[in-house]
């Protein structure tokens, strides 16, 4: 039986995904071969890589001044990527904080560029997302960070941020495809695929086209954006099987109404788990209600000395992988664009059987 | 049907691989989730990933002093990492060339250090391995790269080079597990998965634990060989699916025998193929007897303008990926680990028969 699985990362992915990729895993197309099993360079691959790359910017509304890169190295990567492929040395990077991701992306940079911190919502352990209009983004700043979906603790912002004539660079890795977005606001829209995306080993760069040719000389040629830009991300062998899954779940998503869809299913879900969780004496979200995240929604027991118990009823029940970061601990129910509602309903029934029985 | 397929990489995946893959795609080891859906911190896959090394330091032989390290970025992203984490700026490399992978390898080493030639076979068109003992190395450089088997134009060492007390790296991309090496001579031995490993998007680097701590420090954390070594590769989400792949084929490989196993099936696989060119008018190989590769057979047509409809037959025959590396033309039979003896026969009857045909 399939579990409802409430993992961070990688992730759920759509049943229907992956009964396609097991149905053709040993004979893509027709080929007589896997698609693990063929050159990026055939005309089979670039031709698929190519539909993905097409879905992807018809679902998001990509425009076309932007590129679309298909790489490696998770969004970890790009923490070190974007400042050698964006800033000279000397230059100055600001970064909103609200969350851990966005503090690890910041030290990153630190090899390589300034960084001015221009809001920190770490003094009260990351539950909100600083006011819209509450910063100052510097005029001479190469670029303005942030994380739209702090994984960890659930922090979402509401809005974009308001960068002016400042390039605008966000870790979507945990809500990308969640809902629409305005690409054009954006310099660099970067995520790991292991959330909404497919497998991990696959990380998305949607670059605007102006900030290429800017890449320090000992960027690695794998990273180099504008060489890459230039492959169609086939510098080097790229992560096929990752691409091929994207292209199915971008497939999904569009058969279940696109990003319009999506925004509706999970706004859905996470009203269901957050109603839930407010109505009760027994479980609680620190986070700011206009700052919760759809797709992480972290929560405490009353008793946290019940959470071990309540972590294994619930995988005895099906309901996989709740405990929260290793970080904060507590719970975190993860539920992205392949959770189905009904793992949501079903996760809100065990956890109101859990109360009655243990609260 | 599944075909006989001679891409140089990605490539053929053993069969047995395949089937388990795709039987445990939707619920691995019952847990109702794939293995692309559970966190890598998850104690399941852990034990897969370490089960993994444990096969990898078996079947290699890798001593204690050596860290296993599966990282991102394909063989050409350690183009950069390797000097990033074994030089210093004003440092300098020696570089036996023997092909194109070598010779992009060492251009890109010039972004980090120096670079000195110490072999060149590329007047003659890269047919050779330089005689063992016939260059010397510097005694000061901070390593000598070499490439055991150039995968585009099928040259692969007879030997492995004597470095003295300088460290040899080498990029065994396209013979790693062809056959038994002895690890201990090496400083690091890195290969890109897809071609006799697993799929695309791993790449597993083995350096000796004496050469960490080395790092420059504006290396990119998750390329960082130091730390990764001390996460075991999880500083952030590894590319999952593809370790555990991984370890389904070292588990096929140590049921067929390990890597003397592996070894035998190679040689008779390339003798049955070299055999049959040497003793053919009409296909010739141009690289020196003791050279040649077990696992990238380049060839040439005695009519070169036969070379499309060759590999149009080819392919109605299931005989599929022969056409050789765009850059040189003619046609190659890429014959990893994956491929059967069978595969072999069939491409030479196949050949035997064209020649009858068209020759």
């Known amino acids: 039986m399939r579990a409802h699985n409430f993992s961070a990362g990688p992730a759920m992915l759509p ?46 509304g990509i425009p076309e001044e932007y590129a679309v890169l298909f790489l490696q190295g998770g969004a970890m990567g790009e923490f ?44 009260d352990h990351f539950v909100r997302a600083p006011r819209e209009g509450s910063f100052t983004v510097s005029p001479d700043a190469a670029y303005l960070h942030y994380t739209p979906n702090e994984t960890i603790r659930g922090v979402e912002f509401g809005y974009v941020p308001d960068a002016g004539p400042v390039p605008l660079v966000a870790d979507m890795s945990s809500t990308i495809l969640s809902r629409p977005v305005d690409v054009s606001r954006f310099g660099v ?99 700011d209600r206009d700052a919760r995240s759809w797709m992480n929604v972290p929560f405490l027991l009353a008793d946290p000395s019940l959470d071990a118990t309540f972590v294994a009823r619930a995988a005895d029940a099906g309901l996989t992988n709740l405990a929260g970061h290793r970080s904060v601990g507590g719970m975190r129910a993860s539920i992205y664009n392949a959770m189905p509602l009904e793992g949501v309903r079903a996760l809100v029934d065990f956890m109101a059987e859990f109360e009655r029985t243990h609260g």
């Open 189 to 287: 829209i970067y995520a790991g695929a292991q959330k909404n995306m497919g497998p991990s080993g696959l990380v998305v760069v949607v670059v605007r086209r102006d900030l290429l040719g800017r890449a320090r000389p000992q960027t690695p040629t794998v990273w180099d954006f504008t060489v890459q830009a230039g492959a169609d991300s086939m510098v080097n062998t790229p992560p096929t099987f990752g691409i091929y899954l994207l292209g199915l779940v971008l497939d999904w998503i569009t058969d279940q109404g696109g990003l319009l869809g999506m925004a509706e299913r999970n706004r859905a879900k996470a009203d269901a788990l957050y109603g839930f969780i407010d109505a009760s004496g027994f479980y609680s979200n620190p986070v």
């Open 80 to 123: 070190a990527a974007i400042p050698m492929n964006l800033t000279a040395p000397g230059d100055s990077i600001d970064f909103l904080l609200t969350g851990d991701w966005g503090v690890k992306a910041a030290a990153e940079a630190e090899k390589y560029a300034g960084v001015r911190v221009v809001a920190d919502e770490s003094a």
């Open 15 to 60: 049943l229907a995904v992956l009964e396609r990729a097991r149905d053709e895993l040993l004979d893509w197309g027709g080929s007589g071969m896997s698609v693990m099993e063929v050159s990026h360079r055939g005309k089979a691959f670039v031709a698929a890589a190519e539909a993905t790359q097409a879905a992807l910017r018809a679902l998001m």
